[in-house]
């Protein structure tokens, strides 16, 4: 297999005080392949963000390892070993465009930030034709080059967001809910740029969402997660066509049928929200990783 | 045709913002600006203005009440106060300028290391600089000047640079812990971004605004001290002149009812304290309309 990274029973804590303790991440382990688009997704609180987290290195994971291009960045020494290159060839979009661009500086400072900390040379001339060139990739006029974030709009901030990801030329590209916060036509055009992105670039990419309608559209391959524990892995084609785990059938029934006759007389499934337990990932089909309880044989 | 459909209920919010605009370009403090740029400029090109030479002492016209050579009359030691004052203001303005620079230099740095710290060193400076905002200022002054010797213009303002940098530091503390989670800050983290970079580029910019009332009180309160010092004989002493070093001729000069002595430089002073006071608070007053703006 050609994996980019591989994740191995990853667990992850937060102490909110000495004795509460949340279990972000419990027991997960999967891996991504080399120039895919992997979809995560699952409710609010599920731990989607916690996991993109520790694979930008942002949190460090309570246990369980990370394996990036072989390089296991959950160990101090390894990371600082392979720092430069790890920091470099990951790079996260957020959700909130307002706040992952600094007020105070303009676009293109913002979009040449990651090339003037790593002091790489711009392939294209000046940090400034670099900029420019990276706005129209993107679909943004280069007038906005010294323009202040404020001064955008949401679609506009977000490409912004993906330049600065885009400066350094990428392997992996985690974007963290990139669409949750625009209104729905910027959030298809958003979507069709990754897509248009991904095909030149040939970047991986992590795409958090919880519109479950554009992972089909975009991802080759969907993560569902529910309250910190990965519940099933599978092509995005088969998760969405026959769903194996309860969780997932239930998320999936929320999507509306764009149909009024049958949206009026279907049954959702109701998932009882069941406390899950020690469990392990199957290949019930190639491809398929479905969650199942210990000592449980059925599906 | 045009009354067919109306649309009840929508109120059009008073617009405001033309007037809001133009009280607030009446308030900013224009005369305070002229009157604090005309002193720092002419203190600065003192060569230009001054009548006599400030340092030296015609025994001959001591005490003098002003008059057409001596337009604000000679001290008891027969210097020219109108060229004293431009000469002096010069000194009393660096001191605000130069010991500002340093506690605020103090301020960002401890500040921001304070804020990015670990919690535990956090605390640990916090704790240091609780227990140094305790010891009265005057003390540590008394001590340092005491390590430095004789006073002089450079070490007056490194003393009172860093006995004044606490309260700066803590507001830039508070920003920071604001600032630091936003992820913006966490994207240059990502990217592999140093300390250096990550105060420079995204905390100062950022908090700048909330200091800048701060930091202009402290020119203030700088010359207020130099002058404070001065004038009880710990700061410059007589031979280096000041608005402060002037004042200190104050008890003798009561002696003599030489008013112009102290009621002069003391008129200097009051009027730039006034101004700087005066921009310090237009500063604040926009810094609070940019936040509620948001
Ligand atoms: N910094 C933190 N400190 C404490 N608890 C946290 C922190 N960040 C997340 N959590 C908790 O960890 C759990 C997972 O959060 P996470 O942000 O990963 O969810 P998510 O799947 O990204 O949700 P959303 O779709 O709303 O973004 C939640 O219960 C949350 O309360
Ligand atoms: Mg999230």
């Excluded at chain 2, 027969?78 to 620079?101: A, K, N, P, V």
């Excluded at chain 2, 003599?256 to 304290?273: E, K, Q, R």
Aim: aromatic share 8%.
């Amino acid at each position: 297999m050609n994996s980019l990274i591989e994740i191995k029973n990853l667990n992850h804590k937060f102490s909110l005080t000495k004795k509460i303790k949340i279990n972000a991440l419990e027991d997960v382990s999967m891996s991504i392949n080399k120039g895919e688009i992997f979809g995560l997704v699952g409710e609010s609180g599920a731990g989607k963000s916690t996991l993109a987290r520790c694979l930008m290195n942002i949190y460090t994971p309570s246990s369980g390892e990370i394996f990036y291009s072989g390089i296991n960045t959950c160990d101090k020494n390894e990371f600082r070993k392979n720092r430069k290159f790890l920091q470099t060839s990951r790079q996260i979009v957020f959700q909130d465009s307002a706040s992952s661009l600094n007020p105070r500086m303009s676009v293109s400072d913002i979009i040449t930030e990651p090339l003037v900390i790593n002091k790489a040379k711009p392939t294209h001339g000046s940090y400034r034709d670099e900029a420019a060139y990276l706005m129209e990739l993107t679909g943004l006029s280069p007038a906005l080059l010294e323009s202040f974030p404020n001064e955008l709009s949401g679609g506009q901030r977000q490409r912004v967001a993906i330049c600065r990801a885009l400066a350094l030329d990428p392997t992996l590209l985690l974007a963290d809910e990139p669409i949750a916060s625009l209104d729905v036509s910027i959030q298809a055009q958003i979507v069709n740029l990754f897509l248009k992105l991904q095909r030149e670039r040939g970047f991986t990419l992590v795409f958090i969402a919880h519109d479950l309608a554009m992972v089909e559209f975009l991802c080759d391959r969907v993560g569902v997660m529910y309250q910190g524990h990965l519940v099933e892995v599978a092509p995005s084609k088969e998760l969405f066509s026959s769903p194996m785990h309860e969780y997932t059938k239930a998320l999936l029934s929320a999507i509306p049928i764009p149909d009024p006759v049958a949206e009026r007389n279907r049954i959702i499934p109701v998932f009882d929200g069941i406390q899950l337990g020690k469990g392990e990932m199957r290949e019930v089909l190639p491809g398929h990783f479905v969650r199942c309880e210990r000592g449980d044989n059925a599906i | 045709m045009d009354k067919q459909f109306e649309l009840v209920g929508i109120v059009n919010a008073p617009d405001d913002g033309e007037k809001g605009r133009k009280t607030a370009v009446k308030k900013r403090p224009v005369v305070s600006a002229v009157i604090l740029a005309l002193i720092v400029l002419i203190c600065l090109f003192c060569n230009l203005v001054m009548t006599k030479d400030p340092t030296y002492m015609d025994l001959y016209n001591c005490n003098v009440f002003p008059n057409g050579e001596f337009l604000f009359g000679t001290d008891m030691l027969g210097r020219d106060i109108f060229s004293m004052i431009w000469y002096g203001g010069r000194i009393s303005l660096f001191i605000g300028f130069f010991s500002t620079l340093i506690s605020t230099f103090l301020a960002i740095v401890i500040g921001s290391v304070s804020g990015l710290a670990s919690p535990a060193v956090d605390t640990v400076i916090m704790r240091a600089t609780d227990i140094f905002l305790s010891i009265p200022s005057l003390l540590i002054i008394i001590l340092i000047q005491a390590i430095l010797g004789t006073a002089n213009a450079l070490s007056i303002s490194f003393v009172i640079g860093i006995t004044s940098w606490t309260s700066i530091a803590k507001v830039v503390r508070t920003e920071v812990l604001r600032i630091r989670n936003s992820e913006y800050v966490i994207a240059a983290r990502c990217m592999g971004s140093g300390l250096f970079h990550i105060i420079l580029k995204h905390l100062i910019p950022n908090f700048i605004s909330s200091i800048m009332f701060m930091v202009i009180m402290n020119i203030r309160s700088a010359i207020v001290t130099e002058s404070t010092l001065s004038f009880m004989g710990m700061g410059l002493p007589v031979e280096i002149i000041s608005w402060g070093s002037m004042l200190s001729l104050a008890e003798r000069a009561l002696m003599t009812s030489s008013w112009w002595m102290i009621v002069i430089p003391g008129l200097f002073l009051v009027a730039t304290l006034l101004c700087i006071t005066n921009i310090g608070n237009y500063i604040r007053k926009e810094n609070n309309k940019s936040h509620s703006n948001l």
